[in-house]
């Protein structure tokens, strides 16, 4: 398709020309060509007009965000229609996602980009860049030593990139707790309270905070700085507690908050912090998370800085009813918080798609109704980022949605997620199905996740066989990766990232039971039956796990930085040298070398009592499913 655009061009046309080499249309002057005319609005202007008429097209907006999802809606009713008028009513004034960089995925900065060409044709406005050490701090070079941090050129060359879209970069870092990575190395001991908090109250750490926050700051346009704060629950607990005695944490952490809320206006930035901390300290137990009963003291609304916003986080709930109580107990501190929820990429290799849709409908419902003005949606890495980003397009589709009408038309959304990522619901859906085999609710809102733990899990070890016996795996997992190969397109760019969900569940089809049927099979003296395992299965299984390897290899390095891909690449040489291993004790068992096989010996007991569960069980960690015994042991401080 040609188009000539006239009108308030010079805004839009570096983005409008890189979406060019994407999509399939031509900027050209050939008189021939469709004329679209653009018309900026000034002021805060929140609608968005697109139409086509007697041969002439016209895109009205306001944020170049919205610009670049009305070219988006343009082209998608263009090839379908030769009349239309399309109107949206911006509902939020930010709207953006939060990348974990912090777990080990640090994101190239050519897949960056990529990314942010789909979020500009959704109509995203904002990215947040959650980096807890990976970005340089001059002089301080074992922040984000070997894990991939971000040169100052590097987040430079993003911050233009987005820039183009109109999209707004944030950096969100951590000025308390969750600085375990950094505060590991021997050279940061004095910055240290406990394992992942820093030691307030200290000159160094205040000097260190300086640092940190002019630095990450300096590459960005945006004023805005998020400075974290979460799950401090270790505050004043270690070095601290030594040197100072105890005191209230409330009071530690108001003070602490305000001393760098001194820093960020020194450098003339607006800064925002994650408010679970508070609520729970306003709890009756002083740890409850997100507790209705929770009632906020006037006490602490009186000893709050004020030049500080809340962001609201929240991912788990799917009633309205939950979202609009807490943010009317965040309006006690007399603001409106900002609100992020959350798309289940972590801590599992399937994106949980049957929670995270319901519970990012409920808390956008409720933004609306509160008139929450700042939405965000979290992509976690939790434990290795086993998963990957893009798997949460389609919710990210929903937000965008939701941002755009009062209420949320799902056919539309189905359109749009076509249109913007070139895969259908149903592709993203079926990865939701790698953690609900049989013995799991449909829309896992359990949170279990047996698509992790039952590939890491140890086969002579087994340690959650026992919530698996009796479920007939094989056959799910074999029709799943059916299931997977016929959805594909190999031309298609993103393709790619349906290579592991397949390869894993043909992996899962072998290695989900084998446990279970290694264990009965030693129970009831079934020699044959061990001979078989040990002979067929086993090396059936290790070449699985090798063609997951490398289809996960693959990925990481096309999509992130090499480090950190060590942590993943030593979890598959663990399973396969486990492998290797089962199959050296059996034989030696068979073969008369040993009277009997220990590990088998021992009885198989739940990880933790699913007994009213309806799923499978989860867990947070790698070392805990593949061994009971010990990894390393964490010192308190």
């Not at 907006?61 to 379908?80: D, I, M, P, Q």
């Not at 603001?335 to 949980?352: D, E, K, M, Q, S």
């Not at 290790?542 to 999509?559: N, P, T």
């Not at 992130?560 to 060590?566: D, L, R, V, Y």
Request: hydrophobic content about 40%; charged content about 25%.
């Amino acid at each position: 398709m040609k188009l000539t655009f006239t009108g308030d061009v010079a805004e839009v046309l570096d983005g409008i020309l890189i979406l060019e080499q994407q999509l399939d249309f031509e900027v050209t002057d050939d008189p021939n060509s469709l004329p679209v005319t653009i018309k900026k609005q000034p002021g805060p202007y929140t609608r968005l007009k697109v139409s086509l008429s007697e041969g002439k097209g016209e895109i009205v907006y306001g944020k170049n965000t919205s610009f670049f999802r009305g070219l988006g809606l343009f082209l998608e009713h263009c090839s379908a229609s030769d009349a239309f008028e399309i109107e949206e009513e911006a509902q939020f004034t930010t709207i953006g996602p939060m990348f974990d960089l912090s777990r080990n995925a640090v994101m190239k900065v050519d897949r960056f980009e990529e990314m942010f060409q789909t979020l500009a044709l959704m109509g995203f406005n904002t990215a947040m860049l959650y980096m807890e050490d990976v970005y340089e701090i001059e002089d301080e070079p074992y922040f984000g030593y070997m894990r991939g941090r971000y040169s100052y050129e590097e987040l430079k060359r993003l911050d233009d990139y987005a820039n183009q879209f109109g999209i707004e970069l944030i950096p969100c870092i951590q000025t308390l707790a969750h600085l375990e990575e950094f505060l590991k190395w021997p050279a940061a001991t004095h910055l240290k309270d406990t394992r992942g908090v820093l030691l307030v109250e200290s000159d160094a750490t205040y000097d260190f905070l300086e640092k940190m926050i002019a630095a990450v700051s300096k590459p960005f346009r945006s004023k805005r700085i998020h400075i974290g704060m979460d799950e401090a629950e270790e505050l004043g607990r270690g070095i601290y507690l030594n040197e100072h005695g105890y005191k209230e944490r409330l009071h530690i952490m108001i003070n602490h908050l305000q001393k760098v809320l001194d820093i960020t206006a020194k450098h003339d930035l607006n800064p925002m912090m994650w408010s679970d901390m508070l609520i729970k300290l306003a709890s009756k137990s002083g740890d409850a998370h997100y507790d209705l009963s929770t009632e906020i003291p006037q006490e602490m609304v009186e000893i709050m800085p004020e030049n500080v916003t809340f962001t609201y986080w929240d991912y788990a709930h799917t009633n309205v009813e939950h979202y609009v109580a807490m943010i009317q107990k965040h309006k006690a501190f007399g603001r409106t918080p900002t609100f992020a929820g959350g798309i289940w990429v972590w801590n599992t290799f399937a994106t949980n798609y049957g929670l995270s849709l319901p519970a990012s409908d409920a808390a956008l419902q409720a933004c609306k109704e509160e008139g929450v003005q700042e939405v965000f949606v979290t992509l976690w890495g939790d434990d290795g980022y086993e998963n990957n980003y893009f798997t949460a397009l389609l919710g990210l589709q929903m937000y965008a949605e939701h941002a755009y009408a009062k209420t949320l038309d799902r056919d539309k959304l189905k359109q749009r997620l076509a249109f913007c990522t070139g895969l259908d619901e149903e592709n993203f859906l079926l990865l939701n199905k790698l953690d609900t085999p049989p013995g799991v609710e449909e829309d896992n809102k359990e949170q279990t996740n047996p698509s992790k733990f039952l590939l890491w899990q140890d086969v002579l070890l087994g340690v959650f066989d026992k919530h698996i016996e009796g479920l007939d795996l094989a056959p799910y997992y074999k029709d799943l990766e059916e299931q997977f190969k016929c959805s594909r397109n190999k031309a298609h760019k993103l393709d790619y990232i349906f290579d592991v969900p397949e390869k894993l569940a043909g992996v899962l089809s072998l290695k989900a039971t084998v446990g279970v049927e290694l264990k009965a099979a030693y129970d009831n003296d079934e020699k044959r039956e061990l001979r078989r395992i040990a002979e067929d299965v086993l090396p059936s299984i290790l070449e699985k796990v090798e063609d997951l390897r490398q289809a996960h290899r693959r990925q990481w390095l096309s999509m992130h930085k090499p480090f950190g891909w060590e942590v993943i690449d030593i979890r598959y040489g663990g399973v396969k040298t486990r492998l290797d291993t089962a199959i050296y004790r059996i034989n030696a068992y068979l073969n008369g070398d040993i009277d009997l096989i220990d590990e088998l010996e021992q009885e198989r007991l739940f990880y933790h009592n699913i007994e009213n569960s309806t799923g499978l069980g989860w867990s947070s960690y790698y070392y805990r499913m593949a061994s009971p015994n010990v990894f390393f042991h964490v010192l308190p401080i």
